[in-house]
């Protein structure tokens, strides 16, 4: 999907661009959450599991503060709050530790949220066997634990944790029945309420797991409309011109060479006019997959405008980026167009310049279209390089 390499190029020039102004540079927290959602890079996964168990842990501090605080006014044994205590900082320690030596990608479930669950319940259900004022307070946090898992885990799955989960909710129900002072109405009360509540906590969940894939794709869909061209599926010029801006800046600070392609399809006009429109969309859209296949990795190919196409080519000098406009011409040059007349045949023109110190990104393309106008005026089907220019004082981007 063209969204994701622009996303990706997008945050590799960013980081390697800190001095670029605030505008460029993303809105935050929840840009980059929907980021890492629509990469499939693997440290961008792992960010976002890092991001969740981050957050369960904080939870279970939370949770910690609060029996302690619970014990230090006398409500509760002490000996219960530490076991839960201690429980809960080793399954996080053995949880990160999982996920750190990446024996995680091992399993179905890389999240691993189904035994993150398991832990908690089960230190839960048994701090409810013995505390007394503070059983509100494990129930509370159960159900918690069931809408915060559910909005990442399976609806089916959470329906099944649920199930043990209220089985196991007998547990303390016989515990306490073999005490004398043993409330069994009000046991039963509470039991219930507990067991109507979780399932409603697993839909809600899962109401909240649909909304957020619904979101990253939305967010998907919206990145590809502003960033490619809907005919060819090609960068658009807005994009193309953002990013050529911020390997300006890069240049400035390292001085990486980059160039840029200007390539036109010759006599298009005469191919609308004979074949017709249709036929001069497919041949757009031919010429701009052997373009993307011929280009190096890396390289960005967009629609300049009409007939007339940009390939920008970071950390690249002129006799590389002459190679890789020369193999374009000749993979347009003997370009087979499906669906069309045989007798259709197209060919391109490149101008391409590399960029001079103190020249402005405009000044580059011009002279990219400069020795366009050159190849169109030889004869056409060619490839023309631009002489480097020498400027004495530095131009804005």
Known sequence: MPAKAAVDIAMELHAEAPHAPPEEKGSGWM?????????????????????AFYLTTVLHVMLGMMMALST???????????????????????????????????????????????????????????????????VFVIILTFVLAGSHAALRTMLRLNLLTVLAATIPLMRRVEGARFEGHAELINWLSFTCSLPAAVVAGGAINTLRRSLAFSNVRLTELATTDELTGAYNRRYVTELMT?????????????????????????????FGHQAGDAALKAFTAAATAAKREGDLFSRWGGEEFLLFMPQCNLAAARTCAERI?????????????????????V?????????????LVERADQALYRAKQGGRNRVEAASPVLLTTAQPA
């Open 329 to 349: 011409r000749r993979e347009t040059e003997e370009l087979c167009i499906a669906d069309c007349p045989p007798e259709l045949r197209v060919s391109v023109s």
């Open 31 to 51: 840009q980059s959450r929907a980021e890492m959602l629509r990469s499939d890079k693997p440290w961008f996964r792992f960010a976002l599991r890092l991001h």
């Open 246 to 274: 911020h390997e300006y800046h890069r240049y400035t600070r390292v001085g990486a060479p980059f160039c840029v392609c200007l390539l036109d399809l010759d006599h298009f006009k005469r191919i609308n006019d004979i």
């Open 351 to 363: 101008g391409v310049a590399e960029y001079s110190p103190g020249e402005s990104v405009a000044a």
């Open 72 to 138: 230090w006014f006398g409500i509760e044994p002490l000996a219960v709050t530490l076991n839960c205590i201690v429980a809960l900082a080793l399954s996080d320690a053995l949880f990160f530790y999982i996920l750190k030596s990446g024996y995680n990608m091992r399993l179905r479930d890389p999240t691993m949220i189904v035994p993150r669950c398991v832990a908690v319940i089960a230190t839960m259900l048994y701090a409810q066997i013995y505390v007394g004022h503070t059983k509100a307070c494990c």
